[in-house]
């Protein structure tokens, strides 16, 4: 920990944090300069940068269209769902929650399926604006509804990490129930649909997926580092809260909810993508060797995560693409047991 | 009167421990509330330590509702340090004193020069300057327990609550916190309300005692004037003798038995 002091103003950084999230970013521009390479024409990294910057170039806009918005879904999504799993990391005291836990992903999850099952053909053939629009817009209403369920049931004067989580844990339980006995009554075709989506998907995403997961991350980033003194204070028993004189309840609720709506809007974007929100803020954690998550150092390792998973996605198989979220699970979790496993020693 | 209690009725959901209950605290004393288990002590420090909200009555800090007050300037003004407290893991001993002072602290002035003085200081006076990288975890108990009364001071407060700060201590580390908390008396003309178990400790390091049974305070006084033969019968259900202790001077009880309940 340094102090950057003057006489009135005095922050606290640790360098290592700042290290990292800055190779981080570098890192990250990297793996998007070389999934953008990637599409019905191939290019090289020289044709995408020069796509990219130079508005007269014949790649100008294969790029501005659909390659950079794609990129750019998968790395705010990344971010947005690793800061919403710090955040309810720290406040649960366990690194095992995340968005999940809160009913956010799996009641998304719910909400799209019966979606796209329950309008039947009828839903498939609705043209254009609605179909785009639909999904996202049911993911976000039953994201926002699964966690005010998992909210109201935790709830007993208060609110307590270790309620939350095995409160969240059953309520996930039963969506995920529904969501599997609603994709096996449904259409075969609404179903293998369904299944894209609800494996996380960052497949056709434009420029409309792209502002509304911006837009969250512009409002919620600043507000929730505004809440980092909370969180680090939350930390303690509820009582030793109080006494430092934070007002612990809705210091809670709203740390929450910033998480809620960042874990909803990724959502909406791209589908539950697995392991993100979970694995990002351990891997931060233990790189900057900080006593919770670092916020914008998880937010900047999901984003680079997803990134990545996204690129072995696309290339391991060609010319089939995975859905992201297959190896975002399959990528995170070997690198979170080899962080546990060397943090032991 | 510091710290005031008015007609507070305490309790967790429907069930009420404490039934309209009045008690003052003067400045710059140290007063200690005794009582069997579950007499509600630990329910009223918490209370006026504004941890519980009362359902009825209100607590007054310097005269004025605690509930009106920002916490945050409560907090400026009065520390609490909760029975057995809980701190994340790996949490240094300098970590946890510097949280003391997160009520003087905002997102730009994260860590002032006052900030640094005030956490040495209280190193210093708990004696745990040369712990302070040391892990919470790898401490004794009673050093355990001088981190977190160390916290407490890095606050700054004058008037200080601490709720059973003996418990798990072997008497040794116990008249060690007490001596502590004395100097802070001494020393500063801090006010201390504490809830102690250990009667004899409580008679020779309060300058008030109050007992309490059954949510009720049962008496309060010196500690010559609580702490009698009747009274011990009376709150404790407990037959002993009170002789002077033959150190202090001040009321020593030697245990005879348990009252035969009829």
């Known amino acids: ?243 430092l004189g934070v007002r612990v309840n809705p210091a809670r609720a709203l740390l929450i909810l910033a998480a809620v709506l960042l874990a909803a809007v990724a959502t909406a974007s791209a589908g539950p993508i697995a392991f993100v929100a979970l694995a990002s803020p351990q891997i931060a954690l233990r790189l900057v060797r900080s006593g919770r998550p670092p916020l914008l150092c998880s937010a900047v390792v999901g984003a680079v995560l997803t990134t990545a998973a996204d690129l072995i996605a696309r290339t391991v198989f060609s010319p089939v693409e995975l859905p992201v979220g297959i190896v975002t699970a399959v990528l995170g979790a070997p690198y979170l047991i080899h962080l546990i496993w060397r943090s032991r020693k | 009167m510091r710290l005031q209690a008015a007609g507070v009725k305490l309790g967790y959901g429907d069930r009420l421990i404490v039934d309209g209950l009045d008690l003052g605290i003067e400045a710059s004393t140290v007063t200690t509330i005794i009582g069997p288990n579950g007499c509600g002590k630990s329910t009223l420090l918490r209370a006026l330590g504004r941890l519980l909200k009362p359902q009825g009555g209100e607590v007054l800090l310097d005269g004025k509702r605690i509930d009106r007050i920002p916490t945050r300037e409560v907090a400026k003004v009065l520390g609490v340090l909760p029975q057995a407290p809980s701190a994340p893991e790996g949490l240094t001993v300098a970590d946890l004193v510097a949280r003391g002072r997160h009520p003087h602290q905002t997102w730009y002035r994260q860590w002032s020069s006052d900030d640094e003085g005030a956490v040495a200081a209280a190193l210093d006076m708990t004696g745990l300057s040369d712990l302070a990288e040391r892990p919470l975890e790898e401490l004794s108990g009673g050093q355990r327990q001088r981190a977190w009364i160390s916290m407490a001071l890095a606050q700054g407060t004058d008037l200080l609550l601490l709720d059973e700060p003996t418990t798990f201590l072997d008497l040794a580390h116990q008249v060690e916190v007490l001596e502590l908390v004395r100097h802070l008396h001494e020393a500063a003309g801090r006010t201390v309300v504490m809830v102690l178990h250990d009667l004899n400790l409580a008679a020779r390091y309060a300058d008030r005692l109050v007992a309490m049974r059954a949510g009720r305070v049962v008496a309060s006084g010196t500690p010559h004037e609580v702490l009698t033969e009747g009274l011990l019968r009376e709150v404790f259900e407990l037959d002993a003798k009170v002789i002077a202790d033959p150190v202090a001077g001040t009321p020593l009880v030697v245990p005879i038995g348990p009252l035969p309940r009829d």
Do not use: C
């Open chain 1, 1 to 243: 920990m340094t102090t950057l002091r003057t006489s009135t103003v005095s922050w606290r950084v640790r360098p290592r944090a700042v290290a990292l999230t800055l190779t981080g970013l570098v890192l990250l521009a990297l793996l998007m300069a070389l999934d953008m390479r990637i599409g019905e024409i191939e290019m090289t990294l020289p044709e995408v940068l020069t796509g990219t910057f130079d508005v007269n170039s014949a790649a100008h806009f294969v790029i501005m269209e659909l390659r950079l918005p794609r990129a750019l879904t998968g790395a705010l999504v990344g971010a947005a769902l690793a800061l919403s799993g710090a955040i309810i990391q720290s406040i649960a005291r366990n690194p095992l929650a995340s968005p999940e836990i809160l009913g956010v992903t799996t009641g998304a999850s719910v909400t799209v399926v019966a979606g796209l099952v329950l309008s039947g053909s009828a839903y498939g053939t609705v043209s254009g604006l609605l179909a785009t629009l639909g999904v996202p817009a049911l993911a976000l209403l039953g994201g926002l509804l699964g966690a005010a369920i998992v909210y109201g049931l935790a709830w007993r004067r208060g609110l307590d990490g270790y309620r939350l989580v095995l409160v969240g844990i059953g309520v996930a339980a039963v969506f995920t129930n529904v969501k599997f006995w609603l994709l096996t009554v449904g259409d075969i075709n609404d179903t293998a649909r369904a299944m894209v989506w609800i494996s996380g998907s960052l497949n056709g995403r434009g420029w409309e997926h792209v502002v509304p997961t911006a837009l969250a991350l512009a409002v919620l980033v600043p507000l929730t580092l505004l809440g980092t003194r909370s969180l680090d204070a939350l930390r303690f028993g509820d009582d030793t809260v109080t006494a």
